[in-house]
């Protein structure tokens, strides 16, 4: 689906922006299963993080079925997701850099669209089912020469140890293990103070 022609397209209510014209970075939040970020809103997430003063592009899988359904009738498929994560970058000129951060569901959409789209780094959190972990196997194996990817799990939960250790050894890929808080990752790190410390620091635009 090219996006191009249609200037304005409805996400029914599944992606929500913040545009900062003097900030050079932007990122990507992918929400767990059917919009949940461990009872956290989307702000909340952003202030928790300390990343609300940057470019942001908050989306949700309605359908929980790796955006194969896309998020709306204008937005249907998985292809027309990724185009619209292109046009949504072309749309913002001024940024330089490109971040994904995502938990549980919402990880492997952050591992998947920074590897197809080939952002700057990666923070899937807790990232968890075995068609997605299958997927990513099959693809992340050649590097797309830009992405890191920093993989947080604990091996307290099967699902989540058997998804991140798949990926042992792959291009670009750092498995940080985080113990005592099994699935529920962002508020784990928020209860150890290391949320906000997980993303660098605001970058202005040049001039």
């Excluded at 072309?90 to 990880?107: K, L």
């Excluded at 990232?127 to 992405?147: A, C, S």
């Excluded at 250790?165 to 291009?171: A, H, N």
Aim: hydrophobic share 40%.
């Amino acid at each position: 689906m090219n996006i191009s022609g249609k200037t304005k397209l409805d996400h029914g209510g599944n992606i929500a922006c913040l545009t900062r014209k003097r900030c050079s970075q932007l990122f990507f939040v992918y929400s767990g299963m059917k919009g949940a970020m461990e009872g956290l809103s989307p702000m909340t997430f952003l202030q928790r993080s300390g990343i609300s003063d940057r470019n942001v592009a908050c989306l949700r899988d309605p359908n929980g079925c790796l955006y194969e359904k896309g998020i709306s009738d204008d937005i249907p498929n998985l292809d027309a997701v990724l185009n619209w994560h292109e046009a949504h970058i072309a749309a913002n000129p001024h940024v330089t850099e490109i971040y994904a951060v995502g938990n549980s569901h919402g990880g492997w959409a952050a591992l998947f669209f920074g590897y197809m789209l080939g952002f700057k780094k990666v923070w899937a959190l807790a990232p968890g089912g075995p068609r997605g972990r299958d997927l990513l196997v099959n693809l992340m194996d050649q590097d797309n020469g830009i992405t890191q990817y920093d993989v947080l799990y604990s091996r307290e939960i099967a699902a989540d140890r058997d998804f991140a250790e798949s990926l042992t050894g792959f291009p670009g890929v750092n498995l940080i293990r985080h113990e005592g808080h099994g699935h529920l990752m962002i508020n784990g790190l928020i209860q150890d103070g290391l949320l906000p410390g997980l993303f660098p620091a605001h970058k202005a635009i040049e001039v």
